[in-house]
Structure formats: structure tokens, C-alpha cells
């Protein structure tokens, strides 16, 4: 192996990462916002693929663009998920509204698993650009690839922007700084959790349609994905956006430097060891702040 | 002090609980003698699903931490006692000990990270489940435990018959009285367990860490041990495994499905009670053997598509029934029972 295949690995890596930092940005608005730990994250990411590939092979229409009505769909997922079961066990413990989730996942994996069955399927060959690549000195960049890490980078941004600026991502900044206080000034906080867990899932979506472009989809890689993206969020800081980012980019490029180095069934492991160190050494995650 | 043993074990029981208590052993320890053969296979998934279930429910139940990593604790008893008497020819007698080791000295670690850093909830959860993960892809990749391939266990015809109880091999017969010996054992002992300082100071903990950290209970100790005696009670259930089933997979026995499954039991039958793991693998595994049977007649009589899968439904089926006992029930279903059919003199899971 010489360096220029390291290289090319290592960006190829950076590049997936930005997707994973995509998804894992909806697991952490939901967490920041509603304080509720996502555990059908990967499972909601699939079904973002899953509507993807029927787009694609009903109207052939590029995932790329999927991502548009990927999105919407499951915002109003998501919302309807929100305002009408989680909100009902707000009042239970942290572990029951997790069990919840958890029980949710498994049912849309299992659903999955009855309606598509369990063979991988995908886009990745029949695309016009699916085989194209750029070639950039050493680099040798694939086209799908790329695009898939521009679109990330557009919803990424679209989201960041969302919540600085437009007045419902303030209101609901507002409710995660203080629950309390949003209320007293008149916020509709359950309307509001209701569109954050919506936006959360609509990001979710939208990475999953993105993904589509370089993964092939099985129900299997949802609990697969849950947990890259748990990973990628604590590494990065719960609740921190642009940790969320930096963390999937690190997911990312460490999956791929275990996958060159040593064995590609061995990147899970090296994710789990970095999540591990950073426990260790940083329990709020790199970009984080410390919570007691 | 016999009486007050008695009474320590016992004491809360109303007279018709005693009764329906030990006319339940009594029913148990005589079902060998009427039913065999795929009956017998349900009652030992019961049973291992209780045991399995009591084990997990000490975490959450008693002392409110959160594992959905079990598979761990259970897969490192099971491949260490099966490792042991495949490769070693070591009796699982003394492998279950260097079973319980194993998973304990890994709960200790998983738990010393947690606890320190006070990793508290749900963090913790995904702790477990990123140690179980972790393990299932190393496992993968160890060579003298198999890897991918599995790890099987010597079985003959022979070893099918009689009662080895020294090298587990036998009838199932002798795999149902372990398992239910198994699960009434840990029911006293957890028992036991609550109704001494400890049971006191894990409820202190749980319901209150501030509180109880105040009046000088140390947190660290005694949720480290929860973890230690939960992974010794399931690297046990996990040498039952290995030793009922005969092979391991990584996939399999350190699948996060696996954990799932130890959930299951408690949480139907409710959360910090005793009976209720028990009474929940009572309700759930004749349950998904009647649905796994519906299913398979109604693609017999091509109501449903050949292809569907059986896990695929009955994961649907525990999924669903995991959903509605969370949104109708958080309490099980255990105490409910209880309070109307007036077992016991406090209502068990009551806060």
C-alpha cells in the first residue's frame, strides 16, 4: 500500500463523514431540544433510504433530489411522532421513553424486513455519474461521493442557518435554554418540541436519501446506523451542532483509516474504541459543554 | 434464626401468596412428569428468559441503571464456559466460575468508565451497548473461539440421555430442572438481596442519587455492585446457553437482539418486581410460539406470502407489545395482578 492510496481512502472517509455528521445532527437537535435520546435514529435514516430508492424506481428521480420530499415526509413523520406518542410519556422516566423508542425501531426495522426483505438494494450502479470520478493531482474523487458530501454540506448549512436566524428556530433554541422561561413568554412549547423532533427527522431523511448515492440499503443497517450516530454525537459533544459535524468527520475518516490499515470488518471496533477514549479522557465529547 | 430467615424471604407474602407460591413450584417440579418433548423446550425458554430477566431487572429495577448490553455479560459466560469445555476439556462446574469472572471483571470495567465520569441514564445505556458491539466484532475476529464461523460444543446421542450434571450434557428434562432451579434460586436471592442494607441503599440510589449520596450512601460502590452481581447472574444464564444450544455465533449470542430479549421479560412484567420477570416470560414465550405457529399456518394456507419471515413478525409482535405496556402500563402488568389478587401485603413495584 503507498501513500496515494492512503490519501485517497482517508478523503473518501472525510467525505462519508460529512453525511454521518448530516444524520447525526438530527439525532442532536432532538436530543438538545426535547431531551429525548433518539433510538430509532437509524431506522428513521432507512426509511429516508428506502423512500429514496422507490423514487428513483418508480419516477427515476435522482436521490439528490429526493432529499427534498425524503425530507418533508419525514418531517411530518416526525412531528406526528412527537405530538402524539412521545409527548404522552414525557412524564415517565428516561429509561421508559428510551424502551419506547427502542420498541418503535425495532418495529420499523421488522415492517422493513416483511415489505423489502433482507437483500441489499440500491442506486449505486444505475446513476448517470454513478462510475465518473474528478481527478485532482493524487486524488481520485467519486463523483457520487462527492455529491453526496456537497449535499450534506447544503442541508447542514440550511439547518445551522434555520436555527440562528429564522424566528421558529429561536423560539426553539428558546425552549432548550429554558423550558421554564419559554413558556412564561408565551411560546407554544409542545407545538414547538412537536416541529424540532419534525426538523430533527427531516435531517435524518434527508442524510438517508444522500447516503443512498454510496450505501446500498438492507433493514439490517439501521441499528447499524443508530449507533454510528450515537457514536459520532458523543464524540462530538451531545447537544453541540458543529460537534456533531466534527464528529462524523472523525467517525468517518477513523472508519476509513481501520478499513485500509487493517481489515474493513474491524472499522465498527475502531469507532467504539474512539468513543471509548473519548469517554475516558473527554465525557463531554470534543466540542461539548461539561453538564453535571 | 431459621424463622427469621423465613420471615426476611417471606414475610410479605399474604397467606394465599404463600400458597399460590409454592403450588406453583409444586406444579413446576411435576411438569416433566406429564408433558415432553416440545413443551419442555418452551418451558426452558421461559425459564431462561426469567432468569435472564431477573439478572437485568437487579440493574435497572433495584438500582436504576440502564443496560441494553446484556448480551455481553451472557455471551462472555457462555463462550468462556463453552470455549473451555470444547477446546479445554475443563466441565462447565468449574467454567461457570471462570465465566462469572470474566463478565464481572468486564462489568467492573464498563461500570468503574460509567460511574466515574458519572455517565449517568442514558449515556450509560449506550455505554453498554458500544462494550457489547465492540466484543461481538472482536469475538468475530478471534481465531481459537471460532470467529464467524462458531464455536460448537461435543454433543452426541448419548450425551442427549441422562443427567451429567458435572459436564452438562443431557436430557431436557435435566436442562428444565437447572433452568428452574436457576430462576427460583436467583428470585430468592434477589429477595434476599432487597431486603438487606443493600437492597436499601440500591432503592436510595435509584430513586434519589442526590439524597442518598447526602445521608453518605456511596453511589460508586454500590452501583458497581448492581453491575457485578447482574453480569454474574448472566455470564450463568449464558453457560445455560451454550450448553442447551451447543453452538455459539457472535452474531447470535452478542447480538444486540439478544439484549433486547433480556428486557423483555421484566418490562412486560414490570420493572423493579420480583415475580415480574418471571410472570412476563410466562406471558411472552407461549405468546410468540402461538403467533410463530399462526403465522407458519397461514402461509401453509397462502394467506400470508411465503417469503415474510417468522422473526420479522415476531419481532413486529414484541415490538407492539413493548410500545403498549410503556404507553398503558409503565408499571408491568405483574403488580396489577398482584394488587387484585391480594399476593402480597405492599404492592410489589410500588414507589
Known amino acids: 500500500m503507498n501513500a ?27 436530543f438538545g431540544v426535547i431531551r429525548i435520546v433518539n433510538f430509532a435514529h437509524g431506522e428513521l435514516m432507512v426509511v429516508g433510504m428506502y423512500m429514496a430508492l422507490l423514487l428513483f424506481r418508480w419516477w427515476g428521480i435522482d436521490p439528490l433530489i429526493s432529499v427534498l420530499i425524503g425530507g418533508a415526509i419525514l418531517f411530518l413523520v416526525g412531528y406526528a411522532l412527537q405530538a402524539v406518542v412521545i409527548s404522552r410519556v414525557a412524564h415517565l422516566p428516561d429509561h421508559m421513553q428510551f424502551l419506547l423508542l427502542a420498541a418503535i425501531a425495532i418495529g420499523i426495522v421488522s415492517a422493513c424486513l416483511i415489505v423489502f426483505g433482507p ?17 485532482l493531482g493524487l486524488l481520485i474523487i467519486d463523483k457520487p461521493r462527492l455529491y453526496a458530501a456537497a449535499a450534506a454540506i447544503v442541508v447542514a448549512t440550511a439547518l445551522l442557518l434555520f436555527f440562528k436566524y429564522s424566528p421558529v428556530g429561536r423560539a426553539i433554541r428558546a425552549c432548550a435554554d429554558n423550558y421554564l422561561g419559554a413558556r412564561v413568554v408565551g411560546l407554544n412549547v409542545s407545538r414547538l418540541y412537536a416541529l424540532t423532533f419534525g426538523v430533527g427527522a427531516a435531517c435524518i431523511g434527508a442524510a438517508g436519501c444522500i447516503i443512498l448515492l454510496i450505501v446500498d440499503v438492507h433493514p439490517y443497517l439501521a441499528p447499524a446506523y443508530t449507533l454510528i450516530a450515537f457514536v459520532v454525537v458523543i464524540v462530538g459533544g451531545m447537544g453541540s451542532l458543529y460537534g456533531a ?36 479522557l473527554r465525557p463531554q465529547g470534543l466540542l461539548g459543554r461539561a453538564v453535571r | 434464626m431459621k424463622s427469621g430467615i423465613f420471615v426476611r424471604l417471606f414475610g410479605d407474602l399474604t397467606p394465599a401468596g404463600l400458597v399460590a407460591l409454592f403450588g406453583l413450584v409444586a406444579m413446576l417440579i411435576l411438569l416433566p412428569f406429564v408433558f415432553s418433548g416440545y413443551i419442555m423446550t418452551v418451558a426452558i425458554m421461559v425459564f431462561y428468559l426469567a432468569f435472564v430477566g431477573q439478572a437485568w431487572n437487579l440493574m435497572l429495577g433495584f438500582a436504576g441503571l440502564l443496560s441494553l448490553g446484556h448480551a455481553l455479560f451472557v455471551g462472555l459466560g457462555a463462550y468462556t464456559a463453552g470455549y473451555l469445555f470444547a477446546k479445554q476439556g ?36 449506550l455505554l453498554t451497548i458500544a462494550f457489547a458491539e465492540f466484543t461481538r466484532i472482536i469475538v468475530d475476529h478471534v481465531k481459537f473461539l471460532g470467529g464467524t464461523e462458531g464455536l460448537f460444543l461435543p454433543v452426541t446421542q448419548e450425551s442427549r440421555r441422562g443427567a451429567d450434571l458435572i459436564n452438562m450434557r443431557g436430557s431436557p428434562e ?43 450512601v456511596d453511589l460508586f460502590r454500590y452501583r458497581m455492585y448492581a453491575v457485578m452481581i447482574s453480569a454474574g447472574m448472566s455470564a450463568i444464564a449464558g453457560v445455560f446457553y451454550a450448553f442447551f444450544y451447543n453452538n455459539l455465533f457472535p452474531e447470535q449470542v452478542f447480538g444486540i437482539e439478544r439484549s433486547i430479549e433480556a428486557t423483555l421479560a421484566p418490562i412486560v412484567g414490570g420493572v423493579g418486581t420480583l415475580f415480574g420477570p418471571i ?16 403465522v407458519e399456518w397461514l402461509q401453509h394456507n397462502n ?23 410503556v404507553l398503558l402500563q409503565p408499571r408491568g402488568l405483574w403488580p396489577f395482578i398482584c394488587r387484585i389478587l391480594r399476593l402480597t401485603k405492599k404492592i410489589e413495584g410500588k414507589r
Open chain 1, 245 to 280: 459535524l466534527l464528529g462524523g468527520i472523525l467517525i468517518g475518516v477513523s472508519e476509513a483509516a481501520a478499513a485500509i490499515l487493517f481489515d474493513p470488518s474491524l472499522k465498527t471496533a475502531f469507532s467504539f474504541a474512539l468513543l471509548i477514549l473519548v469517554l475516558l
Open chain 2, 90 to 125: 475443563v466441565p462447565p462446574v468449574i467454567g461457570v466460575f471462570a465465566g462469572i469472572a470474566v463478565a464481572v471483571a468486564m462489568g467492573s470495567a464498563i461500570g468503574y468508565l460509567g460511574f466515574r465520569f458519572s455517565i449517568g441514564g442514558v449515556y450509560f445505556a
Open chain 1, 4 to 30: 496515494e492510496t492512503l490519501v485517497n481512502a482517508l478523503f473518501a472517509g472525510l467525505l462519508t463523514g460529512l453525511i454521518y455528521g448530516l444524520s447525526a445532527l438530527g439525532l442532536s437537535v432532538i
Open chain 2, 174 to 216: 435435566m436442562f428444565y430442572f437447572v433452568i428452574l432451579a436457576l430462576s427460583f434460586a436467583a428470585l430468592i436471592f434477589c429477595r434476599w438481596l432487597l431486603s438487606g442494607r443493600i437492597g436499601y441503599y440500591w432503592r436510595a440510589v435509584r430513586d434519589n442519587p442526590e439524597a442518598a449520596a447526602a445521608v453518605g
Open chain 2, 303 to 325: 394467506i400470508i406470502d411465503k417469503r415474510v419471515k417468522v422473526d420479522g413478525v415476531k419481532l413486529l409482535f414484541w415490538s407492539i407489545a413493548v410500545a403498549s405496556i
Open chain 2, 279 to 294: 410472570f412476563g416470560a410466562f406471558i411472552l414465550t407461549p405468546l410468540g410460539e402461538l403467533l410463530t405457529s399462526l
Open chain 1, 119 to 135: 437483500d441489499a438494494q440500491g442506486v449505486s450502479a444505475d446513476l448517470p455519474y454513478s462510475l465518473d470520478s474528478f481527478q
